[in-house]
């Protein structure tokens, strides 16, 4: 699977932005996805995944504001993202894994795409 994430940006904070990770290869229907972001400095952190059979989990910090989802006819999956905040800033990376188990973690991940970068302002 290879994965390309694309619609990072600069936006203010209040603003959204909605991440695309686009999949070719095997197919992405039967695989379960996630982002993970990595701040300045810091270390590379769940965000959102969404299971093979459609469950989704979150971490705390984006609970509420964050929605993943996925377009299976399509081979892609997106991530909303509302409300932003400047603590949000971060290159974001999308993720994929065969069985979907220990979803919090960067090394449960077979295949990544290269990042997207987004930048929130206050």
């Known amino acids: 699977v290879q994965l390309q994430a694309s619609g990072g940006g600069s936006v203010q904070a209040g603003d959204s932005l909605k991440l695309s990770c686009a999949a070719s290869?095997?197919?992405?229907?039967?695989?379960?996805a996630a982002w993970f972001r990595q701040g300045p400095g810091k270390e590379r952190e769940f965000v959102a995944h969404?299971?093979?059979?459609?469950?989704?989990y979150y971490s705390d910090s984006v609970k509420g504001r964050f929605t993943i989802s996925r377009d299976k006819a399509k081979n892609t999956a997106h991530l909303q993202m509302n409300s932003l905040k400047p603590e949000d800033t971060a290159l974001y990376y999308c993720?994929?894994?065969?069985?979907?188990?220990?979803?919090?973690?960067?090394?449960?991940?077979?295949?990544w795409g290269q990042g997207t970068q987004v930048t929130v302002s206050s």
């Open positions: 969404i299971h093979w059979s459609g469950g989704t």
């Open positions: 290869g095997r197919a992405f229907r039967n695989y379960s």
């Open positions: 993720a994929a894994q065969m069985i979907g188990l220990d979803y919090w973690r960067p090394d449960a991940y077979t295949y």
